[in-house]
């Protein structure tokens, strides 16, 4: 198989063609990592491949689910299988290895997938684009020096560079939808627990941060979703799930809807025309289908609120980073840490409760006032991101002139303006493709709604995928294109 038929395949495809005998396992490890040989130069995507899971695999370690012996990077953090490396980005944490198998990776393997490397991501994913002083700047497939997002872009970088179909992301304030804006793929941020993070966790950034995947298509989320969605011993809290498999609503469209649409700054960031131009032939579309489509802002005063509750985010920092500097072996300091997370540190290292429970105090009213919105509405369409991707640099965490005054306005604002709220909320968002600016990148848009309703967008999704179809765009930095 040569890579621009290898390319062309969704998750779901190879594994057809895996489960036909018409290639094996091993065949499509040894295609990635010349895919990965390929293009990832221009990248910079992927940051270690595993060579027992390319040349050494043995194919009868595999799971049997729908995925098997497909191609699948792990997001460098948190860590999945015993004795990995994983490295968060940072210095700090250069050459540690992982200490115990989570619930997701053994979902992971369960589901057949061939985790055979990891992919690029900043320093402990506390920002909106996959830059690190470790190994680099990752890049867009659409243009070269500009910013794959973050901070999930190593992944959905390769995804849609024809690297792998599918990848690992994590998302605590849109990791994993802004580089799918960015990059021109599918990126679902499932429900607050809707997948486990057992079993060394109960959440992640205090219900904040969800696992899932980066695809090409909404029927290898869906599948993907029922294949992780799957509560685990221990877990703090079960929430409903629909009767069926979430694979299963993509064969029938949603029920009329009612559509509440906006493009309003909701952290001072101005919504780029040619973006408030697609969000509304979305919406136009939408109603055309039959659904009830009104423009209406959710309330969230978007900055106050982030500068509050980033408290949230920062509360125990300082204790994860001395845990990881003892595994390491390396001293915290500007050799080890960024500038602006050396900054976080040290703000870290001085809050106190009097900090963190007025933080989470906002949060919850923030998340009140923001779900208030679906009482009046099944979907909240909104742009993914106000812009377009911007060149390297602009939200890197190695700038000097970012502190914790301004860390929210400068490193956050522009790219979880649109998808933060759903972090708050705890409800299920996803990006798609729809669209192509006049420069040449691509336009994300979002479709948000309640919690535990991920069918319900993953329909309305399925139906955009036809209507306005994305699967046969190729950016420049693609593997067919060398």
Known sequence: MKLDEYASYDALGLAELVAKKQITPRELAHIA??????IDGELNAVVETYDDRIEGLDETTLGEGPFRGVPFLIKDVFGHETGRKIEFGSRLCEGMLVEDNTHVGDLFKASGLNILGRSNTPEYSMAGTAENALYGDTSTPWKKGYSAGGSTGGGMAAVVAG?????????????????????????????????????????NGFGLAVNHVQTKTIRDTATMLDCLAVPQTGDPFLIPRPDRAYADFLNSPPRNLRIGWSVDPLMGVKTDPEIV????????????????????SPVFDGLNSVRKFADVWFFGFDQ??????????????PDTLEPVILKIYEHACAMTAADFFPAMAEMNSARRRLAAFYDQFDIWLSPTMARVCEPHGNYNLGRSDVDMDNYVEEILAVPCQFTVPHNIMGTPAISLPLGMHSTGLPIGIQLGTRGADEHIILQLAAVLEQAMPWVDRIPPLHVSQT
């Not at 690992?168 to 809707?194: E, F, N, Q, Y």
């Open 163 to 203: 690297i792998v179909p599918i990848a690992h992301g994590t998302d605590i304030a849109g990791s994993i939808r802004i580089p799918a804006s960015w990059c021109g793929g599918v990126g679902l941020k499932p429900s607050r627990g809707r997948i486990s993070f057992g079993p060394t966790l109960d959440e």
């Open 277 to 296: 131009q697609l969000v509304e032939k979305v919406a136009t579309l939408l109603e055309e289908m039959g659904h009830e489509v009104t423009n209406q």
């Open 33 to 38: 990592r010349d895919a990965i040989n390929t």
């Open 320 to 333: 994860r980073l001395h845990s990881y500097s003892l595994r390491s072996g390396h001293k915290i300091g």
